[in-house]
């Protein structure tokens, strides 16, 4: 039901930055739990980052803590991952995805968009 479209991907040399925006058509994602996942290659998708519906909860997985910031663009109804310091290791597809109660329960995310590939090499 909701439609979401990553964007802001791309190719950047190790220790650049990154932003990835998530925008959405025909919902307010300030009513969802909006989060961030990556897939590499031959890899299972992981949570990087999410924000409730409340703002009261923001979620950075370990390996991108201090690196990457997750806010609202509710103007533009809009979810942006601000990515800094990127590694290698940060090498993959980021989807963009909603969570009907407002939270940042990994499980119960159900909207997905189409990804947006990052790449981090010299």
């Known amino acids: 039901q909701v439609q979401l479209v990553e964007s802001g991907g791309g190719l950047v040399q190790p220790g650049g930055s990154l932003r990835l925006s998530c925008t959405a058509s025909?919902?307010?994602?300030?009513?969802?739990?909006v989060g961030w996942f990556r897939q590499a290659p031959g890899k299972e998708r992981e949570g990087v980052s999410c924000?409730?519906?409340?703002?009261?909860?923001?979620y950075y997985a370990s390996f991108v803590k201090g690196r990457f910031t997750i806010s609202r663009d509710n103007a533009n109804n809009t979810v942006l991952l601000h990515m800094n310091s990127l590694k290698p290791e940060d090498t993959a597809v980021y989807f963009c995805?909603?969570?009907?109660?407002?939270?940042?329960?990994?499980?119960?995310?159900?909207?997905w968009g189409q990804g947006t590939q990052v790449t981090v090499s010299s």
């Open positions: 025909g919902y307010n994602l300030n009513n969802y739990g």
């Open positions: 924000i409730s519906s409340s703002d009261a909860t923001k």
């Open positions: 995805a909603t969570e009907p109660y407002g939270l940042c329960d990994f499980a119960d995310f159900n909207s």
